[in-house]
């Protein structure tokens, strides 16, 4: 589950630099910075983003989730701080 | 309920106007402000009062469930016009997304703005991203880059991929917009 996951949050994040054209968007890895210190999505760019996996995560797993909800943007330890950690927490949603 | 507004600085109560300076002094937000100083309260209520002549500023709080988060501005309106936005670091991200959207909608629409500027420090890279997927473009990269957006380019924006997604979120929200009456 983990690996589709992370292949589903590296292909949204591909579709996304066609609009943001940011070279450090154009091969993303599971250490890729998102949000925060040396993140490459801005406060729209992530919003925007997370509302889309929301979407695409929903469908694959056939469960709805809740990523953008205030707990997680305004955590100290962000989930969104980079494609891991993001992986995981969905991972850890979708496990509940 | 997610009350979402942007209040009229000149609407503000005593204690918003307490809220208010208590952020716009916080480090958080001078770290990345053009002006650096501190202002005291006196001096905001001083400002305030000659803001309510003043024809060419509309500075608006934003507040959300009756706590302030931060504000916009549009200024210059007579010439070169240029907004301005700051947030505490505590604000939800969806409030950062949908408020600027609100706010560009306001000064294209309403004050039928048609181009529209902003100044921001070259360090701050975050929010020179930010205004790039509004549709600002870079017109001067110096130490402060100035940004150039026009309406046709804003629409564009809000049309594209990243704006779209944020717009059909803003339903969640009651927005509402307080504004002082005309000047």
Redesign the interface.
């Known amino acids: 589950m983990k690996n589709k996951i992370e292949k589903i949050i590296i292909d949204i994040l591909k579709e996304f630099n066609e609009e943001l054209e940011n070279d450090a968007l154009n091969n993303p890895t599971p250490k890729t910075k998102l949000y925060g210190t040396n993140g490459v999505l801005d406060s729209l760019a992530l919003v925007s983003f997370i509302t889309d996996l929301e979407e695409v995560i929903s469908e694959e797993f056939d469960e709805e989730i809740v990523l953008a909800d205030e707990k997680a943007m305004s955590a100290t330890a962000s989930p969104f701080r980079n494609v891991e950690s993001l992986t995981n927490y969905i991972q850890l949603l979708l496990d509940k | 309920m997610n009350n979402l507004k942007l209040k009229d600085y000149l609407l503000l109560t005593n204690d918003e106007n307490k809220e208010l300076i208590k952020l716009r002094n916080s480090d958080e937000i001078r770290q990345v402000s053009l002006t650096q100083n501190i202002i005291t309260l006196d001096e905001h209520l001083l400002w305030l009062n000659k803001l309510k002549n003043d024809k060419t500023k509309q500075y608006f709080a934003v507040i959300y469930n009756d706590n302030v988060l931060g504000g916009v501005n549009v200024f210059d309106i007579d010439l070169q016009v240029k907004w301005g936005v700051f947030f505490s670091n505590?604000t939800?991200?969806?409030i950062?997304?949908i408020i600027?959207i609100c706010f560009m909608d306001y000064i294209f629409n309403t004050l039928r703005c048609e181009k529209l500027y902003a100044e921001i420090k070259k360090l701050n890279i975050?929010?020179i991203?930010?205004n790039k997927?509004?549709g600002f473009e870079v017109v001067q990269d110096k130490n402060i880059v100035t940004m150039e957006l026009n309406k046709s380019r804003y629409l564009k924006a809000k049309d594209?991929?990243?704006?779209?997604?944020?717009v059909?979120?803003m339903s969640l929200y009651n927005l509402k917009m307080e504004i002082a009456n005309e000047k």
């Open positions: 505590k939800p991200l969806m950062k997304s600027p975050n929010a991203s930010y997927n509004l594209g991929m990243i704006l779209k997604r944020i059909r979120k």
